[in-house]
């Protein structure tokens, strides 16, 4: 049986993260697929789990072996991408994989997946968005600014995708969000 891969994407600060937390955290039978990206870990962020961290050189070898199913430049600087392999495993095997990616990374994989299910979380406000950000204080205010922009041309593409689910209360979101995935 295969199965249908599901992306979810959303603005900066969404609460995406948590979210995905939660679902690893409540439904085991749910897997995540490991990013790759050229930026470096935060404090707390382990190479292997988190993401898989790489050189500008090493990210650029793995897309030359055609070895990423998608990549992307977020925020203006990083790459970010998804490695196949473990993907089409899933897909090949019948697995709930989830892919937290950024929306042009969901545009990318539904060119190459068709049948892929993009989900879009919402927050319920844009002035709560401002609030998450300047609250989880990671970013400096240079770096908030980048991320709201880029958070106003994501809010603009919610259209795009199968289902917008609001981030009003983490334990709630992520129930519709894998209650969609098995649909
Ligand atoms: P952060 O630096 O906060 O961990 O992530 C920044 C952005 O990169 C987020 O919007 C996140 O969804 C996106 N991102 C993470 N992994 C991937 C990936 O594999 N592909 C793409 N296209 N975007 C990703």
Redesign the pocket.
Known sequence: MTNKLTVI?GP?AVG??TVVKYILDHYPQVKL?I???T?SP?PGEVDGK??FFLSMAEFNDLIARGEML???V??GE?K???PKKRVLEALATGQLML????I???R?VKQALPEARLIFIAPPSWDELVRRLESRGTESPEEQARRLETAKAELAAQSEFDHVVINDQVARCATEVVELMQA
């Open positions: 994407a900066t995406k993260g697929s990013s790759a990206t930026r935060r988190d993401y998608e990549y992307a977020v925020h990083n970010y991408g998804t892919l937290e990616i950024d042009q990374g969901a990318l």
